[in-house]
C-alpha cells in the first residue's frame, strides 16, 4: 500500500462480479504475477520509498489498523485491538492485540510502534513522514504504557480521522532488528532484503532488478481471516510500459497497474478474459501560470547566493500572467473538456473527471462539487484579453501589447506521454487566440529544477491526492514554500489553511475548505484540468478482487482461484 | 610480453581517470540533480534541507569531483545516492548478468559474423553474397534498441517462442534444475541477438574480404592442385589465415558491446550493468555512474589486451614488445 496521503474513495469497477455462490477453496492456491515498474529498495516504512517498497511494506508489516475509505477514512482493528480519544481529544489510547509475533518468534509489542514513529521523527533518517509525528508532543509519539498499551499526546486536536491516520500511519517495524542501525544510512540495512514481518505475507526471495517473491507468512499471528488464500506472489520488475503491456497480452503475467487508456480499449477486444478495475480519483493534472517573473527571480536567486531563498514577490508579477484575469482568459480559450475525452476516453468511458482544484472528488465532505468548471469560451477570452490590453497590432497572429508578443514557454516533463500531449493540445488552443506557447520537454530531474525554482512562464504538471486536507504545499506563500512553483500567494487563502487545519469539527474544517477552493478557482493559478482514474488489468481468474485507491492489492489475503482455473500448480 | 602486458595495464590508469573526469563533468551538465529524486514533492522545507545537507548535494562542483576522485583512488566507489548501499556491491550483483550477456553477444557475434562472412566468400557474387550483404548493411546501421523491439515483437508476441524479458522465468525457481538451465538459456537469445547482430553483420564484411583475399593466394591453390575439396580447403587452411583480422576486430567491438548493452539491457529488463547505468544517469546518482563506467573502462582494457595477446598467439609473425 503506497502511504497514506494517496488514499482515497472507493474503487468502481469495470469487470463482471465474481460469480455468485462459488466457494473460496480452503487451502492455498495458484500464484498471481504482477509487472511492477519499479524495483525493491527499501521495505522501511519511515524511508522514502518506491511505489513496489510502499505496496510490499504494507503487505508484510501492515498499519496497527485496517485502513478502510469511504468519503474519508475509517478504521478497523488489526494489531490494534481498540482505541479511544481522551474527552479533551489530546490523547489517543490505544490497545495492541495479544499474542503478536515478528517472524524470528520475537513478541510485537507497544516498544516497535514507538520504536518506528521515532524514526520518523528522528532528523538523521531524513523521513518524508516526518510529518506524522509533527503534531504530537515529542515526550509521547507515542509514550508505551505496557507491552500491550501506548498513548499518543497531541499538541492540538484537528480532524480525528487524520489525527488517527498520524497515529496508524506507519507501517511497524521491529524494534529489535534495527536498534543498532546507522540511522543516517538505513536504506543500505540488510533489513530491506530480509524483513522480519508480522503480517499476512513474507519475502520468500528477491532478486535484484528480476522479481520479488511474496509467499504466505507462516508465522502470521495475526486475524486468521487475514491468512492468504493464493500460493505466491511474484512482482516482475519491468520498467518498460511496453514490456509490461506485452507481457500481459501474452499471458505471462496476470496484473498490470497504471494502464493507458488506448491500451485498455486494444486489451479488452484482445483479451476479454481480463478484468479492468478502477482505482478511483488518485491523481490531477493542472497547467501552472507563473504568477511572479521567473526571470528577474533568477537573478534574486543569485544575488541572495548561499543565503536564505528571497521572497517570491519580490519578483514582481509576471509581465504576462500576473493578471488573474489574462489566467481566466487561458483557462477559457483550452477546450478541456474535450482534451480530456481525447487522453482519457475510451468508447462509452471516461477515465477522468474535470478538476476545480487540488481536493480531491473522492473526499467528498470537503470537495468543493458545487463549483462549476469554466467552460469553453474562446471568444471570451479573446474579448478578456482585449480588455487587459492585448491586441494583434502587427498582423502577425501573436497577440501584443506595448511591444511585447504574448509568447510563453510552457514546461513539461518527458516519459510522461499524456501530459506531453497536453502541452500540444494547449499550445494548439492558445494558438487560435493569438497567444504563443514553446514547448520544453524537459528530463524530470530538469523540470522539477526549474519548477522549484520558479524558472518558467507555464507548466504542465500534477498532484497525487492527499488524504489529509493539507493545501498548504500547493498554496501557502513564502520563500519556504519550493512545492508552491506558481508563487500564487493570497493572504485570504493563507488565513484558511491555517483556521481549516485547527479546526476539529469536521463539518466546519470543510465549509472552511469548501471557500478556499472557490477562493483559489476564482484565481486560476493553475488552468485545473482533471482528476485521473487510474485503470489497473487483472487476470479474469482471480476473484474478490477489490482494487481500492489506497493499493491495487487492497485485501490480497482475500484474492483466490477456482480450482478448476488455478494456471500454476507449483 | 610481459612489459607489453604490464605496458597496457598502465595505460588503465590515464583512462580511468579520463573516464571518471569525463562521465563527472557530463553529469554535472545535464540539468536538474539528484535532489528531484530524493526529495518527495511536497517535502517540508526542513526535510528538503536535511536530505540535501545528508549527501552535500550544495557542496561547490570541484569539492564533490575532488571526494570522487579521492575516494575511486583509494578503491572506494561509495554509496549510491538514491539506494544507499555501496556501489561495488550493486556492481558486484550486476557484473554477472552482464558479462553473461556480453559473453553470449560476443558468441553470437563470432559464429554469425564468421559463417556468414564464410558463406558469402564461398558463394561470391550468388543472390546469396549480395542479400547477405545489404542484410549486414542494414543490421550494422540500425539502433540495437530498435532491434530489440522487432526481436520481442517477432519472437515473444507474434510467434510467442521466446521470452521478451529478464534472465529468467519467476516460475522456473519451482522448476527442476535442467528446465532452469534451458530457461535461462532461452531468455538470453534475443537480448544477446540484439546486442551482437550489428557487430556480426560488421565482422561479416570484413571476414569475407579477408577470406576472399586469403582464397587468391599461393598456399590455396596449392590445396586445390592437391585435390582437397572446398570445405576442407576452408576449414584446414582459408579460415586460419583469414579469421585474424577477426580477432583483432574483437577487441574493437567491445567497447561497443559495453556501451549497446546499457540500452538493450534496459529493454530486456536485464538485471546487469546496463540498466544500473541506465538508473543512475536517470536518477543523476554519481557515484553508481562513476562506478559502472569505470568498470567498464578496465573491462575494455583488459578485452583489447586480450584480443591483442590471442592475435599473437595465432600469427607468430606478431611481436608484442
Redesign the interface.
Known sequence: MPTLPFLLLLAACDSPSPPSGVEAPSAAGD?L?VAWADDV?SLISVL?QTSADGEITWLINPMIADVGFDCGLSFAPFAAESWSFSDDGLTLDVTLRDGLQWSDGAALTARDVAFTYGLAAD?AV???R??FVEHMDPQANPRVLDDHHLQFVFLRTYDPATMLAHAFGLELLPEHALRDADR?????HAFNRAPLVYGPWRVA?H?????V?LEPNPAFTGPEEWRPKLRRV?L?????A??RL??L??G?VDMVTGLEVEDAIALRQERPDIDLHRRGWRAMEYIGWNAIDGARYQELLTAAG?GPAPEPAMAGPHPLLGDPAVRTALTQAFDIERAMTELLGSGDKLYGVRSVGTISPALCQHHASELVPLAYDPDGARAALAQAGWSDSDGDGVLDKDGRPFSLEILVSSGNPRRERIALLAQDALRQIGVELQVST?????????AIHKDFDAMVGG?SADLFVDPS??WRSGP????NFVSYANPSVDALIERGLSEPDPTAAARIWRELQATIYRDQPYSFLWWVDEIVAVDGRFQDVAVHPSSPFYHLHEWWVPADKVK?E? | MIRFTLRRLLTAIPLAWAVVTVSFLLLEAAPGDVSGVLVPQGASPALREAILTKWQLEAPMVTRYLTALGNLCSGDLGLSVVRERPVLDLIREALPATLALTGCALAVMVLLGLGIGSLQALRRGSWLDRSATITSVVLHAVPSFWLAMVLVLCFALWFPVLPASQATDPMAAYLPAWRQGLDRLAHLLLPALALGAANAALIARHHRSALLEVMDQDFIRTARSLGLGPWRVLTRHALRAAVLPTVTLLGVALPFLFSGSVVVERVFAWPGMGTLIFEGIEHQDTPVVLGCFLVYGLLVVVGGLLADLAAAALDPRIRLD
Open positions: 500464484t504475477v529498495e522514502p532528523p531524513g523521513s518524508p516526518a510529518s543516517a544510512t538505513l536504506k543500505g526471495s532478486e535484484a532488478g528480476q522479481t517473491v511474484i516482475k520488475v519491468l520498467p518498460e511496453a514490456t506485452l507481457e497480452k501474452a505471462s548561499d524537459l528530463d524530470f530531474n530538469a523540470y522539477i529544477q526549474r498532484w504545499t500547493q519556504e514554500q519550493v512545492y500454476y507449483h
